[in-house]
């Protein structure tokens, strides 16, 4: 039955051969991976202006603020081709980072970039309930199960049901929200120019004051507006998912990207700047916008509608980020391998399924509170960009490529902006939360490391060469002991007295718990009749237990035979024929098994008796 | 680290040899068994005004109610002495209808006990919290959290540690109770006889009007009123628990149980009637009389409390009534067998955990409302006390006794008197909710009778005789195959090789399941070096699955061999050293055995490879 449901929401198994077919064109690959960065066009201004309008003197710096982010995008963009480039595999900055500047890094790098896809998923879907709300105020009391609905049914689910489809279902809302970004822009530049629309009126002020305090704002602002930047890694991350030539699409959709939201960043902040647009109280920038160009018509509440959508999408960027990101930390050993598996339907389900439950963990948490959980954002991504353009920066004094000095520039460039935005995020957002990021990143690294130490201590006891099997082999084959629980003489056991007899042991013991004297005696007598030719051993149990003395016996026994010795406890089990039958019996034999298995070195074999009805 | 926890909390385990010394003496049983019964005096008289002072000239018959009620408990409490003496082994209802009216009447006392037991820990639990937020309405958003709190961490937990720790705990606040109560209905009386304090003040009315409605409203006041008689059964239902002589015991401790029932019932109906008291939004009739009795004082305060922490003892009684009830119907295999198996600590832990379990659903289903699951109550208890007097009507009958005639009498009213007060019950509370228990009633006894049924095809299926015994072992042992599943060369696998050549089977298949043809040729390859003796075969798996293929080719080969041959699987599995590793690793082993077990009739055994480090 719960293959039967899990067939109908995820879909049937594909095969290894239709990975290619599986793989994306361009055109499906943005909106796929940058529906995070573009949606960020709705807050990203917004960001800036609550800091800089605090102070009306500072207007004058909104520009400058917006050309600076905009040079940064363009710088961080270009360092991301170039990882791309330098290392077509995929995996971003933890593959750089591990290339070129060694493990930890490696590893920072990857804590980062977990801790900020989850927080993506969990800000974007509650942002996007936050706005269905604010539209629809009746559904306030369950905005908890609209974003678990969207987190499970919609995002998890389309996922897991393999990458063409989730695409599929992505990519025309993305296209829609751009259309209608850009015909806002469109629009409001024709009033500007065209119909020479008058200009807001700026309130009267002195020449802003340059004090520190000024520069500590102008600091916020821009490093508050670099929140537009998170998802630019998403591409670099999936590479192997883009289709043939991989390295060169992967690329030009980086461009693409970086120069929508670019164009997108500098259109919208070129308005607010010439309308003389105020943040209000419970409106959004972008909407004071729209409404100021279109007025509050249809198109309004349309674009409205698609910023909801746009938000719930851009969660997907970290569906398509983290799982591939897991999958190169899993062949490297630092997390547990199966997350390099991928499940029937091709997706790195193991991935897809944990990120959804980190997420839920985090909306149920912060009860799906947007201004809590974005307090948390932004200091992973910016960390992860600094690592990948160090590494890259190594890259190019290593290849001496082509002109290397100026990409290597550039990348440094990049890196030192990049470290001086996680400082001044770190500063500004310290208290309101990101002390936890900065908890949460060493404690990652340490399990990664952990869980690393592991693997490597499984590979040294696992690994068998032609002397190491020889070695196994060669000792003489010990001798045979069987031991069969009964607990009272039933058909089962009988079966397992057979196969006993079938494996010719050396010696067969069959030992009885006795919980209750009475009936023990009585098993006893019953045994005799039957089996006279192999003795019951009567363990008591005075406190009715049924595993520990068993496995004092088996403790016991196993220290008296030899290592080369071999001991089998064969457990006669009934298999019910229904599902539900299994609730009317005790799972002793279970039980009993683990726990043999958990202490001693002996073989535990299940002797089943099927039961017909 | 969870054995550590559950010793801290459960303590340590019991010989059987204690049982006797865990039996409890009469004082101790009847705080125990009846602090439900006693409890509803708090609420029992209120339920009868509540009907009867809608209408004023109905006031005459308050207290012509309260006498029918007290004899009805009488009556009711005759039965169940006579219950006790005919059936010594407890049981109650359930027992007694088995031995004279057959399993259909049985099953069906079961069932109303059982949902009734529930209901009393949920009303119980969920009114003592109400009684706490009333004092202290600071509590009322964490109210649901005081119910499980109450219900997990001193109910379930106490009674797992056995009787004679959770008599302990509560023998004392139900004394402290009672002599609250007695102190409130002595005080009262001496106003009136030795003060002659002034009566209250009766409004004038006209004679009653005796139409069908002024009956049925009478009717209604009884049936309310007689709520105060569950618990009557638990004593019944825990006869073995008694200290020697049992019956004897628990006779006296049901008439002592009934007498102070009866004394408490018609003093504080006296006192009410004498000062006229009548019900008040929001104050219970029982504190209305304690502060007419006391003033609002010290007194009053501390009468509150102790209500309070009764009606959360009251919760008790179904877990000293259920569990042994669930123990006899399990060694009649009407419910799980395990119900009837006694933990460490002697208690009948599974029951224990079953009451908790439905307590807290019915708890958090009806979001902790009194009012809401009062209407599924008391429908099930006076259906099995019509069961159980009607089965010592023939009992009488039967055994013709001295004065087996009159006995019959008494049981014979009580029978006729209770199925009225079932059918009152029924009629009007039906809406209000006791039709879920007409639903649930026969639902239960379905499940009990499938439960039954699934018991003895599991007999018939698992007897063994000599003569099956010699039938299963005669048939010549036909030839051993050994699987061994290999996912790579690895230790665990040459350890796996080492115990298949000593168990000397007829062939050795050594499976790889290839869902990467890449990977699965190095396997070969590797395979061919380390053991040319057996052939490893290859088995694709395009869609990346691992039990699948390899359960369709066991399915062939379990088809091609002969019907005596066996087939074993040999799991080649690593045991880790910590718990947490087994987190790294994915349970392919388990679940490869599980699913084979399932489909299969072949023999899983694991080969264990313990892990060092």
Redesign the interface.
């Known amino acids: 039955m719960f293959r039967t449901i899990s067939r109908w929401l995820i879909g049937k198994?594909?095969?290894?051969?239709r990975m290619e077919s599986e793989r994306i064109p361009k055109w499906k690959a943005l909106p796929i991976f940058s529906s995070d960065a573009l949606s960020s066009v709705g807050y990203g201004p917004e960001q800036i202006a609550l800091i800089l309008f605090s102070i009306p003197a500072l207007y004058a710096y909104f520009g400058a603020v917006v050309v600076a982010i905009i040079i940064l995008l363009g710088i961080v963009a270009l360092s991301y081709s170039q990882v791309i480039k330098a290392n077509p595999g995929g995996g971003g900055s933890y593959a750089i980072a591990m290339k070129y500047l060694g493990v930890y890094p490696a590893l920072v790098a990857g804590a980062s970039l977990f801790s900020d896809y989850i927080l993506t998923v969990a800000v974007s879907i509650s942002s996007g309930t936050a706005a269905i709300i604010s539209a629809f105020p009746i559904l306030a009391p369950y905005h908890l199960y609209l974003d678990i609905f969207v987190l499970v049914f919609v995002l998890m689910i389309f996922n897991l049901r393999g990458v063409q489809e989730a695409s599929t279902m992505f990519v025309w809302p993305t296209y829609i929200f751009l259309g209608a970004v850009f015909l806002t822009i469109f629009s409001g530049l024709y009033q500007v120019f065209i119909l020479n629309a008058t200009p807001g009126v700026v309130a009267v002020s002195d020449s802003p004051p340059m004090g520190m305090f000024t520069v500590l704002l102008l600091l916020r602002a821009f490093a508050n507006g670099c929140s537009s930047m998170t998802g630019v890694e998403a591409i670099a991350d999936g590479v192997p998912l883009f289709k043939a030539p991989q390295e060169r699409n992967a690329m030009i959709t980086t461009g693409i990207m970086a120069a929508i939201l670019a164009c997108m960043l500098g259109g919208i902040s070129y308005l607010i700047i010439y309308f003389h647009l105020l943040p209000v109280e419970g409106v959004t920038l972008m909407s004071e916008l729209v409404q100021h160009v279109f007025g509050r018509n249809i198109i309004f509440y349309f674009i409205q509608v698609m910023t909801m959508i746009i938000l719930y999408l851009a969660a997907n960027t970290a569906y398509n980020g983290l799982p591939p990101l897991l999958s190169f930390m899993a062949r490297d050993g630092y997390v547990?391998?199966?997350f390099g598996?991928?499940?029937?339907r091709l997706s790195f389900s193991n991935g897809i399924v944990l990120l959804t439950i980190g997420a839920a963990i985090l909306i149920l948490g912060f009860n799906g509170n947007v201004e809590h959980l974005i307090s948390l954002y932004a200091v992973g991504v910016f960390l992860s960009f600094t690592i990948a353009q160090t590494a890259m920066v190594i890259h190019w004094h290593k290849t001496r490529e082509h002109n290397w000095k100026i990409y290597a520039l550039i990348n440094g460039t990049g890196a030192v902006v990049t470290t001086f935005v996680v400082i001044i995020v770190l500063i500004t957002k310290f208290i309101y939360g990101a002390w936890i990021i900065c908890l949460l990143i060493p404690v990652l690294v340490y399990l990664f490391i952990k869980?690393h130490k592991?693997?490597n201590?499984?590979r040294d006891?696992?690994?068998?060469t032609?002397e190491?099997?020889k070695e196994?082999?060669v000792p003489a084959?010990?001798r045979?002991i069987v031991v069969i629980p009964v607990a009272s003489?039933?058909?089962?056991?009988?079966?397992a007295?057979?196969?006993a007899?079938?494996?010719?042991p050396y010696k067969i013991y069959a030992v009885h718990v006795c919980?209750?004297v009475a009936r023990g005696e009585k098993v006893k007598k019953l045994w005799e009749?039957?089996?006279p030719s192999v003795q019951l051993v009567m363990i008591p149990s005075?406190?009715?237990?049924l595993t520990d003395p068993l496995i004092r016996f088996l403790y016991r026994l196993r220290r008296r035979v030899g290592p080369q010795d071999?001991i089998?406890v064969l457990i006669p089990?009934?298999?019910?024929k229904k599902l539900w039958?299994r609730?009317?019996?005790?799972q002793s034999g279970s039980i009993l098994?683990l726990r043999i298995?958990?202490y001693l070195?002996?073989?535990?074999?299940?002797?089943?008796?099927?039961?017909?009805?």
Chains 1, 2 share one sequence.
């Open positions: 198994p594909l095969e290894n051969e547990p391998r199966y598996n991928r499940g029937e869980v592991h693997y201590d499984v006891q696992l690994v068998l032609s190491g099997y196994t082999m084959l010990g045979h003489p039933t058909q089962a056991v009988a079966r007295m057979r196969y007899k079938m494996i010719r919980t209750d009749d039957l089996e005075p406190y009715r237990q071999a089998t089990e009934f298999e019910p039958h609730l009317l019996h005790n098994r298995l958990n070195d002996v073989v535990v074999s299940t002797v089943p008796l099927k039961f017909k009805r």
